[in-house]
């Protein structure tokens, strides 16, 4: 059986994390942190949107920023030549 996350690499998503900040709904002088993490495409960000649409929706805390990060994990190798050889007795 093959890993979920391992087929969504394959098919192009890469790792997107978004750091929320919101206000809380009883002290909106109060910045919060919440942190999410999933695997989304670039620069679409369907898995995000999706997210962001359900936090609008049902949750009371007011966003204030998002800021996204993403990497796509499966990409060529990259190779280095040595530079010199170390021998340690």
Do not use: C
């Not at 994390?17 to 809380?24: G, K």
């Not at 695997?39 to 609008?56: I, N, T």
Request: charged share 20%.
């Amino acid at each position: 059986m093959t890993d979920r996350a391992f087929l969504k690499q394959m098919a192009g998503y890469g790792l997107t994390t978004a750091q929320i900040h919101y206000h809380l709904p009883d002290q909106p002088s109060l910045l919060q942190l919440f942190v999410w993490q999933e695997y989304d495409l670039a620069p679409q960000f369907p898995e995000l949107k999706a997210f962001l649409d359900f936090w609008s929706r049902e949750i009371e805390g007011k966003l204030h920023s998002v800021t996204v990060a993403h990497a796509g994990l499966i990409r060529p190798a990259e190779f280095r030549n040595a530079a010199g050889l170390v021998t340690l007795h």
